[in-house]
């Protein structure tokens, strides 16, 4: 398989200007551009400008595929919004995120090497959309995403077995969550395993009614700040709104947490739920076998009917099919024959049978082909 590499990068904050758009061509004359992304492909060579310099000066999202295994996601937050001792919190343990500062802004880098995932590469196009939503569930404070590169570290052998987990659960999954998961490579059974805990805070965040007694209690200092803001055309305000809401209602809308699980139970868990799924696989698997023979069978009650009813008809048949001297002669013959043989056992004519079976070999014994379609029915 020859070498297979994807960029995608998205602008979300500030769509790209046309001398920002001249600027991008230089580094690429086939890319895909528009106001809001930058997209191409590659089957040899490879790209000539950083993605680190891109996303520092341009872009919001990047994603990156490379056929031999390598995956990469990159998200650019505003500083402001981010609480960085918080993510690091999670981020100790794993090698496979990098938080960076550029300007005002901090940028997650999540990378995966040598990943074993189905190349397929009609499925490019669409990762970022489907992950593009964590950016801003990461500004609303739903920090499950980095959870998610915790279990990355614990499948690669980076966390203690008595390591307690970051948070106390993941549930209810989203589908950006999901798709992070799919496209990482990070174990199914794995994921699910956290997922059957919920998060500390609910993922929907709070109520609207929970979310307007905090606005009407705001100070008109407060509220004329916000509203300015957003005439200035701000981004992310709708975000920094909701942070500020979940964090004065967090005492309301923080679900209690059991107690953490160990990354040696979550392993434990795992495993149970790998069984699991196995079993009920393979009782599908054996029902459907059944049910394929089942039906399988009541054809074949059919065929043969059809046979016993038209006799002597039959064996014409087979004559008529070795005679054409091709494949699909040889082998609808064959066929033929094979059903005769059941029929015959049924009857209680294996004997009458098997002489006109003889018969046949002896008159047809120069035609090879057939012979050996014969010799398989033995």
């Known amino acids: 398989m020859s070498e297979y590499q994807y960029y995608e990068f998205q602008a979300i904050d500030r769509p790209l200007s046309n001398t920002d758009r001249q600027v991008l061509r230089g580094l690429s004359s086939?890319?895909?551009?528009?106001?809001?992304?930058?997209?191409?492909?590659?089957?040899?060579?490879?790209?000539?400008?950083?993605?680190?310099?891109?996303?520092?000066?341009?872009?919001?999202?990047?994603?990156?595929?490379?056929?031999?295994?390598?995956?990469?996601?990159?998200?650019?937050?505003?500083?402001?919004?981010?609480?960085?001792?918080?993510?690091?919190?999670f981020l100790a343990a794993t090698e496979d995120v990098m938080l960076s500062a550029a300007g005002e802004n901090v940028i997650v880098s999540i990378a995966r090497e040598e990943l074993e995932c189905e190349y397929r590469d009609d499925d490019d196009s669409g990762w970022l959309a489907a992950l593009a939503p964590l950016r801003a569930d990461l500004l609303a404070g739903d920090l499950r995403l980095f959870y998610l590169t915790?279990?990355?570290?614990?499948?690669?052998?980076?966390?203690?077995?008595?390591?307690?987990?970051?948070?106390?659960?993941?549930?209810?999954?989203?589908?950006?969550?999901?798709?992070?998961?799919?496209?990482?490579?990070?174990?199914?059974?794995?994921?699910?395993?956290?997922?059957?805990?919920?998060?500390?805070?609910?993922?929907?965040?709070?109520?609207p009614d929970m979310a307007r007694r905090v606005v009407a209690a705001m100070s008109d200092a407060e509220k004329t700040s916000l509203l300015m803001r957003v005439f200035n055309g701000e981004p992310n305000m709708s975000a920094e709104l909701r942070a500020a809401i979940r964090a004065r209602l967090e005492p309301e809308t923080t679900i209690s947490p059991g107690a953490l699980r160990k990354a040696a139970d979550l392993q434990a868990r795992t495993e149970e739920i790998r069984l699991a799924r196995k079993r009920a696989e393979a009782e599908l698997a054996e029902a459907?076998?059944?049910?394929?023979?089942?039906?399988?069978?009541?054809?074949?009650?059919?065929?043969?009917?059809?046979?016993?009813?038209?006799?002597?008809?039959?064996?014409?048949?087979?004559?008529t099919e070795i005679g054409r001297r091709n494949p699909a002669g040889y082998d609808k013959a064959a066929a033929l024959l094979s059903d005769l043989s059941v029929l015959a056992e049924r009857e209680g004519s294996t004997e009458e049978f098997r002489g006109r079976l003889q018969a046949i070999r002896e008159r047809h014994a120069g035609k090879g082909r057939f012979i050996e379609r014969l010799d398989l029915l033995a």
């Open 30 to 89: 086939r890319a895909r551009i528009t106001a809001a992304s930058f997209t191409n492909s590659y089957e040899w060579g490879d790209f000539k400008g950083d993605p680190d310099e891109l996303m520092a000066r341009w872009f919001d999202l990047h994603l990156y595929f490379a056929n031999w295994g390598t995956r990469r996601l990159m998200i650019k937050l505003p500083a402001r919004l981010v609480d960085r001792d918080r993510i690091g919190a």
């Open 150 to 207: 915790w279990l990355m570290a614990v499948e690669a052998d980076a966390i203690e077995p008595d390591a307690p987990e970051p948070m106390s659960g993941i549930g209810p999954l989203t589908e950006s969550l999901e798709a992070f998961a799919a496209f990482f490579g990070i174990d199914h059974d794995l994921v699910q395993a956290a997922a059957e805990r919920s998060a500390e805070t609910a993922p929907d965040g709070p109520a």
């Open 288 to 319: 459907q076998r059944r049910l394929q023979a089942e039906a399988a069978e009541k054809a074949r009650d059919v065929r043969l009917e059809a046979l016993r009813q038209r006799g002597a008809n039959v064996w014409a048949e087979v004559e």
